[in-house]
T-cell receptor
Framework: AQSVAQPEDQVNVAEGNPLTVKCTYS??????LFWYVQYPNRGLQFLLK??????LVKGSYGFEAEFNKSQTSFHLKKPSALVSDSALYFC?????????????FGRGTSLIVHP | EPEVTQTPSHQVTQMGQEVILRCVPI?????FYWYRQILGQKVEFLVS????????KSEIFDDQFSVERPDGSNFTLKIRSTKLEDSAMYFC????????????FGSGTQLSVL
């Protein structure tokens, strides 16, 4: 069975500082990995995905994520946080081949960026 | 960007009552999903729907749940006899295909069962 762990319920960072939101995963075979963001009163919005290739994936709003196969991690990063980045962030995984095509989500991490 | 629309945004119901949650997926999408999130817990997959039938469902999706695409635009989730533990945020999502495609989510329906 595939699963995602987001070990931090909340991440606090000052505006202008780098941010990292952690995600580890478990899946059979190679993974497809995703990050989504949810702003208040909105649905989850796609940020970026890792399918294959370069381990550093760039996405929307200046976010990037690094795939680390040995550590089964896919941490979300941004070099300089903005107050408007404050939101709920979800990591998701599915297997690249065979089995279910349904992504499994984590519980989300609340990112709070302080002015 | 096109959006998935969900109604109502909030639904309050009494235990044992039937509820129908409504979704309008993006018009050229072919795969439809329901997920839910109980407060403080993971976003959990309920069911996927393609070509007018369920393609996959989770253990949560028992006989109390059903889905329907009645008119080619709406996609509904019915809970026949609600329980307290059905209280959650319910998200509808859609995609054009299934191979590594991103999901487009609606803003959710907060269901409260009293």
């Amino acid at each position: 069975a595939q699963s995602v762990a987001q070990p931090e319920d909340q991440v606090n960072v000052a505006e202008g500082n780098p941010l990292t939101v952690k995600c580890t995963y478990s899946v059979s075979g190679n993974p497809y990995l995703f990050w989504y963001v949810q702003y208040p009163n909105r649905g989850l919005q796609f940020l970026l995905k890792y399918i294959t290739g370069d381990n550093l994936v760039k996405g929307s709003y200046g976010f990037e994520a690094e795939f680390n196969k040995s550590q089964t991690s896919f941490h979300l990063k941004k070099p300089s946080a903005l107050v408007s980045d404050s939101a709920l962030y979800f990591c998701a995984v599915r297997g690249a081949s065979g089995g279910s095509y349904i992504p499994t989500f984590g519980r989300g991490t609340s990112l709070i960026v302080h002015p | 960007e096109p959006e998935v629309t969900q109604t109502p945004s909030h639904q309050v119901t009494q235990m044992g009552q039937e509820v129908i949650l409504r979704c309008v997926p993006i018009s050229n999408h072919l795969y439809f999903y329901w997920y839910r999130q109980i407060l403080g817990q993971k976003v959990e997959f309920l069911v996927s729907f393609y070509n007018n039938e369920i393609s996959e469902k989770s253990e949560i999706f028992d006989d109390q749940f059903s889905v329907e695409r009645p008119d080619g635009s709406n996609f509904t989730l019915k809970i026949r006899s609600t329980k307290l533990e059905d209280s959650a945020m319910y998200f509808c999502a859609s995609t054009r295909g299934v191979n590594n495609e991103k999901l487009f989510f609606g803003s959710g329906t907060q269901l409260s069962v009293l």
